[in-house]
Each structure stands twice: as C-alpha cells, then as structure tokens.
C-alpha cells in the first residue's frame, strides 16, 4: 500500500514552510535548570541549517550516516532536521543501550559521527564509541567530544538545503533487541511522512494540541507519532529536564495528547493510592458530586487537566488498571505498531468505544489480515525500505506486499484486533505441548505485586512463570506477597488446559532492567535472556509453589 509520493509534502519542505509561515511561534519547549527554554519555528529552522552546513565543514559527505545518542530534548530535534536538511542519513540509538549495543549499532551502521546528549550513564557507555567516530556534543554534561554544540551553530552555511526524493533512505532505526542482536530498519522520507500524517488524521491531530515527548525518540512510536507529527500538524511539544522533574514538566505541558507504557501507569496509580487509599476513593467516587471534583482533582494533579486521548503501548496493560483508570474518567486506549511500519498498525479514533483486551482498529491507510496460521499481516504506506545489510530477513518479513508481523492475533467483527501471542514466543513442553505465554501472562498481571513477568517452559513438565516484583511488593512483607501470588497461581491455573497449568512461580531478587540486560531500551522482557538465566532454577525441585531465588546464583533456593 503505497500512497502518491508526488503530492508529498517531506519534512525539509514542512519545516521551511513552517518557518515562513509562523516564525515567531514558539513550539519546543526545554526545561533547562528549571526554568522554560522556547524554540520558534525560526530558531528550529536557523539552527538545523547552521548545523547542517557545520556537518559538512567538518568534511562530512551527504549519504554520511550520523547517530544520535542522547535523552529527548530540544535539540534532538534539531539535529534530526538538520540531518534531513544536510542529506544525512540519521541512526538514532536508545539513551539506555549498554557500551556493546552503541559499538554494534555504530559499527553495523558504518556510522562517521555521533551526537551525544542528555545521558545517565554515559561515563559507562562511552566505551562504546571508537575513537574512529567523530563525537558531537549537545549542550550539556555528557561524555567528552571533538565539537561542541555552540561551535557548531556558530558556523556559517555555506549549502543549499538538500531536496531528497520521496524514496530516499533518512533514517536507519534499530530494533530493541527483545530477541537477539538489533536489527536495522531502513525508512524513507515518504515513510516518516505517512507515519506521522496517518495517525495525526486517526488521532485528528492539529495545532492547537500539545505533546510531552519523554520515551525514547530511538523509538518508532516517538519517531513516526511525535516528531514526524510535530511536523505535520505544527503542534507544540514540550520535554522532560530530568526523570527527578516528570511529574513537573508534566504538569508544565498539560499535553492534550497523552501517550505512555504499562510500567509508567502502574507508577501513576500508585502515586495517586499514597494520597488517596482505594477504600476512600471507592467511597468517594460513589457520592455523585463529590465524586467529578474527586476525578477533576486527579487528573489535575498527574498534569491531565488538558488531556483528551490517552494511548498506551509497548506491552499489555491488565485489564484491572483500565478499569481502574476508566473509573476516574480517564480511559486508555492501548495502540500497536511495529518498527517495520514506524509505528503505524492499530490505534483508536477519538470518540470509537475503547474495547479492553484489544488495540483497537487498523488505522488510517493500514491493512490487517490474519493468516491462517494466525499470524497477523500487515501493509501500509510506512513499510520498511527493509533492513540493512540483511535481504534475506527482510523477503521473509516482507512477503506479497505485507509485512509478516510474527505477532499472532484475531480480529471480531467490530473489526477490533487482539494479541494473543508471539510466533517466537511459543514454546513445547516436556509433554509436546505447545503453550502461548502472552495469554497467561496477561492473567497473572492482574496480580498488583508483578511488575515484570515471563513464562518459560520449553523442555520442562510444566510451565513456569519467573516474575520481577513491583515497587508496592517490595514494601509488604514477603509472606503477604507469596500469599497473594498462590491465589494468583491457583486462579489463573483453573482456567488453563492441563499442559498450560503454570507449575511454580519464582520470584526474581533483583530488579530488571536495561541497564542489567533483562529488559529492552522500551521495557520488554528479553524473553532469550531469563530463560539462559533462569532455567537452572526453574529445573530444580521447590517445595513450595511460590519462591523466592538469586539472579544472578543458579544454586541458590
């Protein structure tokens, strides 16, 4: 599914037209040591071609491919533009990626230059990038670089600004890496085109909204949604000083437009039962009066006095927190897409009935079809050119126009689609059984102590769920927690086929992360890394059903 690429408008375009047409209107908004930094559309457009024209001072040829390697803020932005303007190609890397990822990604990418910005660990990550890489520095604390970022606009432009082709390649976006070694999605201009101005028109985006933009821009969602949106629809967009500060900067935005992953509404709710336990607010939400100021007030507090869709993705949210959050008026769609469609796949119209368990319809200029075996197939006008240096992935992901998603699903007849599981995910019992883990997951989720989970069983007798306890968990006694977790345990085991029955639950003792490799730069579970961990624990015999065991020890428990 390919739309007309003449009648395109491609972002070197947009952002001109922009910045002759609202110049003075300020857009991006950087918290810098507490106080607002705005950008108008002519500072945008003035420093991503001074920018530009520095790349190619610095001996820096157009086909170069530059990374980025940085937290959102302002001048992400700005260096993507300029790198559009400047005819790079842009390989953005996820701010939490470990030395070795940065080495891949920027050796694999063949990579001349690198940005570096806002980073938490970056004493620990430069190590990652070769002293061949020429590094550039955003303004401000980060790892040392051969230029800087006021040296850099300081520089006068001596280019045109680049016009690329509709089909031309400006971005190589990597993959989070949940199953193996990242894998290098090639996007075109139309693409990030299409992406952007198809889910603006399903979300009926424009102007006058405004957007926080905190996940990561290495991201497809953030990408195609927010910044290729941005600009599309010319939206303000605000960012996030620090993970200290969100819930500031939140309320600093007030965004109409919401978007989030499961982990952060967990946070949110629990922020919202310290102030409030759920005994008083059930009671008060009963009181007719009472209960709209209650809702009113929360939503004020979280920042979402303004907000008029919520989406979440990455991961299923149990059914239990959308109720939960349906209760207080504010009800999340949760949305699907892949890197391979820059993020384009499912997602809700304002005003459409949210259906939990579901992400919702295709949307706009998006084909779904479920093949026979259950796998969900997609076309769009944002597919992947395909991935780099690697054809023979990319004829067995793209087949007859679709991309093959891996994703096993269904659709009713209201046209919702639903997950119920991953291809690869699958795996045969002792027995030769076959078990799908995402449906069982999801039943456990329900459970408020699981933070994280994954369910392993290939080669044992029965399934087994190893489960990274939630913040709240850590702060109940651990007889509470196993209580709860074997009411959990025998519930969701009456519902399932004998060979699926989940056989023990072990409690991991140390925090998942990316940082420690249990969990992608967008907090999936690598699902190939707790098994590697963790089998040899779950081989052994327990004596109880639930227990508690080492990370990091085999032997232990």
């Known amino acids: 599914m390919r739309t007309n690429t003449s009648d395109l408008l491609l972002p070197t375009e947009k952002l001109r037209f922009w910045a002759e047409h609202s110049a003075d209107r300020a857009v991006l908004f950087q918290p810098v040591d507490g106080r607002l930094k705005a950008f108008t559309w002519r500072d945008i457009y003035q420093q991503a071609r001074q920018l530009a024209g520095a790349l190619s001072g610095i001996g820096l040829a157009r086909?170069?491919?530059v990374a980025i390697l940085s937290k959102n803020c302002a001048e992400w932005f700005i260096t993507d533009f300029a790198l559009m303007l400047g005819g790079f190609i842009s390989?953005?890397?996820?701010?939490?990626?470990?030395?070795?990822?940065?080495?891949y990604i920027l050796?694999?990418?063949?990579?001349?230059?690198?940005?570096?910005?806002?980073?938490?660990?970056?004493?620990?990550?430069?190590?990652?990038?070769?002293?061949?890489?020429?590094r550039l520095a955003f303004p401000y604390p980060t790892m040392q670089a051969q230029h800087q970022w006021d040296e850099l606009l300081s520089r006068q432009v001596s280019e045109p600004d680049f016009v690329p082709a509709p089909d031309e390649l400006m971005t190589i976006l990597y993959t989070s890496g949940s199953t193996g070694q990242p894998k290098g999605v090639m996007h075109s201009f139309a693409n990030y085109v299409n992406a952007g101005r198809n889910t603006g028109q399903r979300l009926?985006?424009?102007?006058?909204?405004?957007?926080?933009?905190?996940?990561?821009?290495a991201h497809c969602t953030e990408r195609g949604y927010i910044e290729s949106g941005f600009l599309t629809y010319g939206f303000q967009c605000y960012f996030v000083e620090s993970l200290d500060t969100f819930s500031r900067d939140l309320q600093t935005a007030s965004p109409t437009v919401f978007g989030s992953v499961p982990r952060l509404w967990t946070l949110f709710q629990k922020g919202v039962l310290e102030n409030m336990p759920q005994q008083k607010l059930d009671r008060l939400l009963k009181i007719p009066?009472?209960?709209?100021?209650?809702?009113?007030?929360?939503?004020?507090?979280?920042?979402f006095r303004h907000t008029r869709l919520f989406v979440s993705g990455s991961a299923p949210l149990s059914e239990k927190i959308l109720e939960w959050y349906q209760k207080l008026g504010i009800t999340i769609s949760e949305g699907w897409g892949m890197t391979e469609s820059l993020a384009v796949g499912c997602v809700a119209k304002p005003g459409m009935p949210v259906k939990f368990g579901t992400i919702c319809h295709p949307g706009k200029n998006c084909e779904i079809k479920i093949a026979d075996d259950g796998e969900i197939l997609m076309r769009t006008d944002s597919t992947m050119l395909g991935y780099y240096k690697d054809e023979q992935n990319t004829r067995e992901t793209i087949r007859n126009g679709y991309v093959h998603t891996g994703d096993l699903g269904s659709m009713d007849e209201q046209g919702y689609v639903s997950i119920t599981g991953r291809k690869k995910d699958i795996f045969k019992t002792e027995k030769g059984k076959y078990v799908a883990p995402i449906p069982i997951e999801k039943q456990f989720a329900e459970n408020q102590y699981i933070e994280q989970m994954c369910l392993m069983g290939t080669l044992l007798k029965q399934p087994v769920l190893v489960v990274n306890l939630s913040e709240h968990a850590r702060s109940q006694s651990?007889?509470?927690?196993a209580d709860s977790l074997h009411i959990t345990l025998?519930?969701?085991n009456e519902s399932l086929e004998k060979h699926e029955r989940v056989g023990k639950v072990l409690i991991a003792d140390s925090v998942w992360s990316p940082e420690t490799g249990e969990l992608t730069p967008t907090l999936k579970v690598k699902r190939h890394i707790i098994e590697k961990?963790?089998?040899?624990?779950?081989?052994?015999?327990?004596?109880?059903?639930?227990?508690?065991?080492?990370?990091?020890n085999p032997d232990s428990g």
């Open 289 to 303: 009066v009472i209960s709209g100021l209650t809702k009113k007030a929360i939503r004020k507090k979280l920042g």
């Open 91 to 103: 390989v953005p890397i996820y701010p939490t990626a470990n030395a070795e990822t940065i080495e």
């Open 63 to 65: 086909g170069a491919k």
């Open 533 to 552: 961990r963790f089998l040899p624990h779950a081989q052994k015999h327990h004596d109880d059903a639930v227990h508690w065991i080492s990370s990091r």
């Open 490 to 492: 025998s519930n969701v």
């Open 478 to 481: 651990s007889t509470e927690v």
């Open 204 to 217: 009926q985006i424009d102007s006058r909204d405004r957007c926080l933009s905190y996940l990561p821009l």
């Open 107 to 134: 050796k694999h990418a063949e990579c001349e230059a690198v940005f570096i910005g806002k980073l938490d660990n970056y004493h620990d990550q430069q190590t990652g990038v070769g002293s061949d890489v020429i």
